[in-house]
């Protein structure tokens, strides 16, 4: 019952959300229901921001809204009026790929500009308190392929190729804004050459990358060490390129109905306890399923794995994800998501994961990978690029900008201080009562009278709350800050 409390709550948190324009701010006043129910339909638009991702049913809200606690509905109110409210504006910048540096106070943005003859990327430095352009820096005569350059999920580096030397992979420094060094991408002894960059492990200490042979034919994927500066060797990895997934310190790879972990520090097969159960729970279903992708989050300690399920009914697309021990080289579970359709895992963080729905006109839908609970959904124009590292702040790039996206636990955290009010309440009622019957009857035992509980509270028990309450927040316009000085790349004019 309390997960309904937070999903009910959830949905009129984001139906009173307000645009503001660049020009002004406007506060709005919330009329109010004869329940004492927030009512935004003197939104301008009507119910809700007349915006795709706050297309809400108002009608199941008003529905539903009866069913929440007198207490809960006066605090959603008084935490309204604190903030009645919330600006929503744009990064105006291009988009590319997006990442959180410096304990998430500044966004790095990294875009590929392609003409005819040259190639470049262009990386901006973006404040997330104001808004402004820390710094910038354009990387020119990039190699004229799809995947010449990678930002590390980080956003401290950047590998790329350029097209002048194309036996190097240049290893660029975010923070500095210099190439720190070189290597080179000819291994010896391999007639195989480098293709395309591929994947940066969360913390950007390895690198993975596509190589091909002398017919561009049969490729196949390296690992490199970005912090020791080597080569990483599997043992008994044939190097063919599938879904594979990379932490600091694991290389996992799923093909059909199997699973392979290698340990990078040394290179061998990881047994991975927890892994056959999670097998025969499969084949238990029945039909014909294959697993269909991998991944870990922030710090390797959670694991997604993704899979589908074909039966007479439909395909189901499913997600597993696991609490991951590497030490002890085992798994437990987490959660569990299933969306019939055809979908694709996107983004994995400690709490949060991103799927996209392409059954459903490619949305994107944002899940809670603690509970598998559905946060919010976007449109197929909006593309969920980076949680900030405390999981607070999404960066959500759209066709013309960058939105930022903050999590509320105000919500989350009423409805928290009344559970504990409730049980508070019980033991001390229990306490009480266990007291009086013991004076009276002596220690026969306890009397089990509670005091009694409304037709609402009866349905209420001790359950962990999602924290799924989401809001846009504050992004300024983007303006031309001070650039460092010393930068070997080229900046833009």
Request: aromatic share 8%; hydrophobic share 40%; proline share 3%.
């Amino acid at each position: 019952m309390i997960k309904r409390y937070v999903g009910v709550a959830s949905l009129m948190l984001l139906s009173s959300l307000i645009v503001i324009s660049s020009e002004f701010e406007r506060k709005e006043e919330f009329a109010r229901d004869p329940q004492g129910n927030i009512m935004p339909s003197n939104v301008p638009g009507g119910a809700g921001v007349a915006q795709p991702e706050q297309a809400l049913n108002q009608a199941e809200v008003e529905a539903t809204a009866g069913s929440l606690l007198f207490d809960v509905k006066q605090t959603i109110a008084s935490y309204l009026e604190e903030d009645k409210y919330v600006l929503w504006k744009k990064l105006n910048l291009p988009i590319g790929s997006l990442a959180f540096i410096d304990n998430g106070e500044n966004l790095v943005s990294a875009r590929r500009e392609a003409t005819s003859d040259v190639a470049s990327v262009e990386i901006s430095i973006i404040s997330i308190k104001t808004g402004k352009m820390v710094n910038s820096f354009k990387i020119k005569g990039l190699r004229f392929v799809r995947k010449s350059f990678l930002l590390s999920p980080n956003g401290k580096t950047i590998a790329f190729v350029n097209s002048t030397d194309q036996d190097k992979i240049h290893f660029f420094d975010a923070e500095t804004g210099k190439v720190a060094y070189s290597i080179s991408n000819v291994l010896e002894g391999d007639a195989r050459r480098f293709k395309i960059f591929e994947m940066f492990s969360q913390d950007g200490t390895i690198l993975a990358m596509i190589y091909e042979d002398e017919f561009g034919e049969n490729t196949s994927v390296r690992l490199f060490n970005v912090k020791t500066r080597s080569w990483i060797v599997l043992d008994g990895f044939d190097g063919k390129s599938r879904p594979y997934a990379l932490s600091h310190d694991t290389f996992a790879t799923v093909y059909r109905n199997g699973i392979r972990f290698w340990d990078i520090s040394n290179g061998a097969v990881k047994t991975i306890e927890g892994l056959h159960a999670v097998i025969d729970e499969m084949k238990a279903r029945g039909g014909n399923w294959t697993f269909d992708d991998i991944c870990f989050g922030n710090d390797g300690k959670v694991l997604a794995l993704t899979y589908v399920l074909k039966q007479p009914s439909g395909s189901i697309y499913g997600i597993r994800l696991f609490n991951y021990d590497s030490h002890k080289s085992s798994i437990t579970n987490r959660a569990s998501i299933e969306i019939k359709g055809r979908a694709r895992l996107s983004l994995l963080s400690d709490t949060m994961v991103t799927v996209h729905d392409y059954s459903r006109n490619a949305e994107t839908i944002l899940f809670d990978n603690l509970t598998g609970n559905e946060i919010q959904r976007f449109g197929r124009d909006e593309d969920p690029g980076a949680f900030s590292p405390d999981d607070k702040i999404m960066a959500v790039a759209t066709d013309n900008g960058i939105q930022l996206w903050k999590k509320s636990t105000a919500l989350q955290d009423a409805l928290k201080k009344q559970q504990l009010d409730i049980i508070a309440s019980r033991k001390s009622a229990l306490s009480q009562s266990s007291s009086s019957s013991t004076s009276a009857s002596g220690p026969a035992g306890a009397s089990s009278v509670l005091p009694p509980m409304s037709g609402n509270e009866q349905a209420v028990e001790p359950v962990e709350l999602v924290d799924n309450a989401v809001i846009m927040h504050v992004s300024p316009p983007v303006g031309q800050g001070e650039k460092r000085s010393g930068i070997a790349i080229e900046q833009p004019d």
